[in-house]
């Protein structure tokens, strides 16, 4: 059974900063892109950041870059997403999932979704 459990949200000040992990499970995904999305209270999920498990490749949203980092640990099967300078517009539920095509990922399509992970900005 595949699996992606994301987790380290939680609630934290403005300027502050969260680091959220996806921890992959029942198969290898070093073929795949591993996605972060987030969506809000009342708006579509949109994507945030992705990295390439083969060559380490990142991509991200213009309204993160320089704020997120996305990384991984292949001896961990694990991604992270290291947020920082967070903003009250950053809360809602952050997502891990992965697919075989960044482009994919872009348009909001994965084939494997975690459950999710709240994290909370307060101003």
């Known amino acids: 059974q595949v699996q992606l459990v994301e987790s380290g949200g939680g609630l934290v000040q403005a300027g502050g900063s969260l680091r959220l992990s996806c921890t992959t499970s029942?198969?290898?995904?070093?073929?795949?892109?591993m996605g972060w999305f987030r969506q809000a209270p009342g708006k579509e999920r949109e994507f945030v950041a992705a990295?390439?498990?083969?060559?380490?490749?990142?991509y991200y949203a213009d309204s993160v870059k320089g704020r997120f980092t996305v990384s991984k640990v292949n001896a961990k099967n694990t991604v992270y997403l290291q947020m920082n300078s967070l903003k009250p517009e950053d809360t809602a539920v952050y997502y891990c999932?992965?697919?075989?095509?960044?482009?994919?990922?872009?348009?909001?399509?994965?084939?494997?979704w975690g459950q999710g992970t709240q994290v909370t900005v307060s101003s």
């Open positions: 029942g198969r290898t995904f070093s073929s795949y892109a």
């Open positions: 999932a992965a697919d075989t095509s960044v482009r994919d990922l872009y348009s909001d399509v994965a084939e494997y």
């Open positions: 990295i390439n498990w083969y060559n380490g490749n990142t």
